[in-house]
Nanobody, 136 residues
Framework: EVHVVESGGGSVQSGGSLRLSCVFS????????MGWFRQNPGGRREGLAN????????IYAKSVKDRFTISQDLDAKTLYLAVENLKPEDSAIYYC?????????????????????????????WGKGILVIVSS
């Protein structure tokens, strides 16, 4: 079983930046994507970005693509999300997740690409989440 631990959250002022990290106990060959989603106080889940660890291909939600950057360090078994120009509406619990081709979870996070296009990403492994609070 793969374990995931996020870090790097906190409180920042509007316009500030953070770098979120997510360490995996292992990144197996069956993991076909790793990504980030967030959940706001109202419980709405929003997919932000993901990356294919095999070729580095990245996908971003339209709402954050100009401000958020996903990256990976496979040697360190770590996934990152650099978030810039933070706004109060970015306040949420941020989760790291991974899709494993050998699993079949019914939970997903949806990345909205815009123009009525979206990608659902299975959540087979995920962390406990980290809180980001952006004050105006």
């Amino acid at each position: 079983e793969v374990h995931v631990v996020e870090s790097g959250g906190g409180s920042v002022q509007s316009g500030g930046s953070l770098r979120l990290s997510c360490v995996f106990s292992e990144i197996t060959q069956s993991i076909r994507s790793m990504g980030w989603f967030r959940q706001n106080p109202g419980g709405r889940r929003e997919g932000l970005a993901n990356i294919d660890p095999r070729d580095g291909e990245k996908i971003y939600a339209k709402s954050v693509k100009d401000r958020f950057t996903i990256s990976q360090d496979l040697d360190a078994k770590t996934l990152y999300l650099a978030v810039e120009n933070l706004k109060p509406e970015d306040s949420a619990i941020y989760y790291c997740a991974a899709d494993d081709s050998t699993k079949s979870s019914s939970e997903v996070y949806r990345i909205d690409l815009g123009a009525s296009a979206a990608i659902d990403n299975p959540i087979d492994y995920w962390g406990k989440g980290i809180l980001v609070i952006v004050s105006s």
